[in-house]
């Protein structure tokens, strides 16, 4: 024998092209998973972002409360802040400036008590 087949059975013919060719085949058989694997990791990725964007996006929403104001009237005032946004006469009026403070804040939720201080109603807004 002048050169070894390794792998060949018996009967099968060899010709540099076949062996290119199969070369060729599984090569590109490997790219193709490997884009598949890319595929599949930006997807998850993406969706983890997304995920993550919308969980931060709620945590940014921003609440105002409309309560009764211990001096008399109704208050308008952010969560988390230690001053009112606004004093009203009336609850009304207290309501209307919530709403458009929490429609113009982007993600907003206004939340209405009642004079002992539950909640009345809550609208939510972006």
Do not use: F
């Amino acid at each position: 024998m002048h050169g070894s087949r390794v792998g060949l059975t018996q009967g099968q013919p060899h010709s540099p092209e076949s062996g290119a060719n199969e070369g060729g085949r599984r090569k590109v058989s490997e790219v193709q998973n490997l884009q598949e694997q890319i595929q599949q990791q930006a997807t998850q990725s993406t969706a983890r972002e997304n995920h993550r964007e919308r969980e931060e996006g709620m945590s940014e929403r921003k609440a105002y409360h409309v309560t009764p104001h211990p001096e008399g009237g109704w208050k308008v005032e952010a969560e988390g802040a230690t001053r009112a946004s606004s004093t009203h006469q009336t609850k009304e009026e207290a309501v209307d400036n919530a709403k458009e403070l929490a429609k113009g804040q982007g993600p907003g939720q206004v939340l209405i008590h009642r004079q002992d201080g539950t909640i009345e109603a809550e609208h939510t807004y972006g």
